[in-house]
């Protein structure tokens, strides 16, 4: 199943929505959050993706930035 992960700039309190196919999973405050998300959506190989794959779209700083 091709997904679409979709992570917004991160807010003023450091989180960041996170969007699986257009739905909204929660926030995200770091890497740890993320991949439990996509855990719960049972995205195959989701402990060891590349979180730079083109599966994922970035908005503001990628996967290294938590912080606001």
């Avoid at 890497?31 to 794959?53: C, H, I, N, Q």
């Amino acid at each position: 199943m091709d997904y679409r992960v979709h992570i917004h700039r991160p807010d003023a309190e450091g989180g960041r929505v996170v969007h699986v196919d257009g739905a909204i999973l929660g926030r995200a405050f770091n890497e740890r959050d993320l991949r439990e998300f996509l855990r719960r959506v049972e995205l195959p190989g989701w402990e060891d993706l590349d979180l730079r794959d083109g599966l994922f779209k970035w908005e503001g700083p990628g996967p290294e930035a938590w912080e606001k």
